[in-house]
């Protein structure tokens, strides 16, 4: 054990509490609000060239929403105590607050699916016989008009919807980055940036996520790939990863500038203990490969078929890269210690409640949930329409 | 508003609704009575039977006196006696019930005496590794009077 510290350390400090799973929160709540934006780049901002995957965006906000809470669940030991924040919530305890917000963004963001797939869902309930329609009824709450008029007022709910949803789903990040930034006594965490960069890497590996799973429908789906949705999704990446880095350096600029009583402790903590998911993961391989491959995209006339393996790349090296993040702020945030005189390490195990295979495990259910949501509701005509078009206007 | 969306917003104010109505039956009543928590807990756990004696009642002239003179003058005498020896309210009510057999285990020695590299260095620590050859601690050292070998 004694090789794991180094310095002087608090007795109580000796074990790292926030493990893995507390890494996923933040990464997994981040996703979300990054596929939610994505998506109301069309719905709201009315960025036509994102209409494939708008729908299918929304449906993977979903997706990852419902396991966005199992993380912390798992991580509290007894889940069925996690509703008592929603109870009796205080007013000073952050996390409450999360519940309540997390809550309102649920219902938000259902409402906004449901508006968005009403047409589709009525159709197939009249169209189709036995339990599927009894399915597609219960989902159209068994009102079947999808005259003009009534199409009209879900499309001006919709609209309404979409505004509160993008504050909302900012809130809800920014939320997560808020939990952190305000605790005090925790240098590394301690910094009202903290939710806006929180805020602009949840967009960055949204979006990063998003062109991945488009670009494996696309591959399953042997659909012909449309390279406006592509291209205007890498360009959004690449402004938004800029905030994003800026951000991050910004802060440890100013925390080395201003060369505070815990620059000490910190840059220690830069220099030993996460220097590789720092500055390797985190900075190269998360922003910066990203950031010339991207602007690369952007130069490029032509060469379609190398950009998209730019774009590719690019997309994987920011998902892990954002992964990185989360990693270095809550682990990292813990391997200093509170004397400001010592660091502890994390030994993440395998098994068991805290463990690697859990992790895995949250991770890819969402997949699992989005694959079950699409089969229900397909967003599969979008890609395939909208690319009609754009060949039919390109010819 | 059109019929669905107005079918839409009536589930919504049911689940809200149901949240509510289950909210108030989990929440218990005393809740909030004299601050964030059930304010019955505070009768209950007044209401538990005293376990503990304290080392005063120790003391007496015909109990432990003499032990606890020497424990009293020694290092130990921030380790309370009902520390090792266990709780001993029945005990001292009644002197014929006797309390459990003090621990001496090694891991329990342990608690304070391992190494850890976050203790003062000059406080008393051992590595139980390479010292003592597994025998229990008292076999050595007197936990009365440390360091009395």
Redo the contacts between chains.
Sequence with gaps: MESLVWGYVYPNEAEIQWSILIVLYPYITGLVAGAFIASSLYHVFGNKEIKPVARFALLTALAFLCVAMLPLLAHLGNPLRGIEIMFTPHLTSAMSGFGYIFSFYFIVVVLEVWLAFRVDIVKTALNSRGWKELLYSALALFSYDISEKALEADEKLGKKLAIIGIPSAAFLHGYVGFIFGGIKANPWWSTPLMPIIFLMSAIVSGIALLILLYLIVIKIKKYPLNYNTLYSLAHYLWIFLIVDVVLELLEIISMKYEALEEIEIIEHLLAEKIAFTFYGIQLTMGALIPFILLLLVGVMKNRDKLKVVMVTISSVFIVIGVFAMRWNVVIGGQEISKSLAGTLTYEPVFFGQEGVLLAIIILILPLIILRVITYILPPWKDMIEENEEAVVSSE | ?????K??FT??AIIIIA?IFV?SI??PDS??EYG?YRGDSVNELRNQPVEHAGSQACSDVDCHKTLYSIWSESRHKTVNCETCHGPAEKHVSNVRIMPEPANDSRDFCGLCHYK????PGEFPQIDPVTHGENLRCAYCHNPHKPWFV
Excluded: S
């Design positions: 508003m059109q019929p669905h969306l079918k839409a589930l919504l949240f909210r989990a929440v809740f909030g964030w850890r590299v976050a203790r």
